[in-house]
């Protein structure tokens, strides 16, 4: 992601110094002229496309929506060069430019956001399972008190006071009635 902002800015860059220099050539207001002549933005657009060719092959199929968002990126740029080094700075070089720059722009915005999405869905993990706390041990006071007589099935057990709801909800929640 860091390669791919690094040429979007350098493709700015590039962009800016063509709009200057057809303002320029124009002679609209406020133009100085521009910094690079067109065999230099020719060059620079060159590297920029030589090296964005270079990213998209050593990213291997891990940046296949890239790629694909990228699409003719690289070719825009050859036609970008052709006409810089024949001197032709038409309209359609700067459009073609300007999209040249979205596209960049926009293959990195979609990388970040899957980087979010993939850090965001780490997050979510449940953490390790815990079991539920076991529940308090039985007061002595209570195991020595005379005890309530349950059924179940043949046997008959006697529990503690106060347990008896608690064994009787027990028994509903299996589907079984207690006496």
């Keep these: 992601m860091q390669q791919l902002k690094s040429l979007a800015q350098r493709q700015q860059g590039l962009n800016q110094q063509t709009g200057q220099r057809q303002q320029g050539e124009t002679g609209e207001p406020g133009s100085q002229g521009a910094g690079m002549t067109l065999g230099q933005m020719a060059y620079e657009q060159q590297l920029i496309r030589r090296a964005l060719e270079e990213m998209l092959r050593r ?4 940046t296949k929506p890239m790629a694909d968002q990228l699409g003719d990126v690289p070719e825009e740029m050859e036609k970008v060069e052709g006409d810089l080094r024949s001197g032709r700075m038409r309209r359609e070089t700067v459009e073609r430019q300007e999209r040249i720059l979205e596209k960049m722009l926009e293959a990195q915005r979609s990388l ?4 979010q999405e993939r850090s965001e869905r780490k997050a979510e993990r449940p953490g390790e399972w815990e079991p539920p706390p076991s529940p308090p041990p039985l007061s002595p006071s209570l195991l020595r008190a005379p005890g309530v007589s349950v059924e179940r099935g043949e046997a008959v057990e006697t529990l503690p006071r106060g347990y008896e709801d608690a064994v009787r909800q027990y028994f509903r929640l299996l589907g079984e009635e207690a006496p």
């Design 59 to 62: 990213g291997g199929r891990g």
């Design 112 to 115: 970040y956001t899957k980087q």
